[in-house]
């Protein structure tokens, strides 16, 4: 089951909505730096092994690679690419949603 949750910001100009809307977008560049992060380390990890991320994936979920440390790393990483880029989508959507406020 999915809950939804609804907040309401009651803003009283488009100042303070820019606010919010310019502190939304250094979260999302904060984030973009991760994402980058995680690309690259999961980069390094395809050179050594030479396997793409994708490959590795599948073999890890049916459980053919083992629990090494560099193994167990390897999957971590793909999870927080993962949620990162979750965040990110959000990200985007409530920036579009304050631009949409915005142009009213």
């Not at 907040?7 to 973009?32: C, D, M, P, T, Y």
């Not at 167990?72 to 579009?96: P, V, Y």
């Amino acid at each position: 089951m999915i809950h939804r949750t609804a907040i309401v910001f009651k803003v009283k100009n488009l100042q303070e909505l820019s606010i919010i809307a310019s502190a939304l977008q250094r979260e999302k560049k904060l984030l973009e730096s991760e994402i980058q992060k995680s690309e690259a380390t999961l980069e390094a990890f395809e050179k050594k092994y030479a396997m793409p991320t994708v490959q590795f994936i599948e073999k890890y979920s049916k459980g053919e690679l083992g629990d090494e440390e560099d193994i167990m790393t390897w999957a971590g990483e793909c999870q927080f690419l993962k949620n990162f880029k979750d965040k990110q989508k959000k990200l985007e959507d409530l920036i579009e949603e304050c631009k949409k406020h915005m142009k009213s």
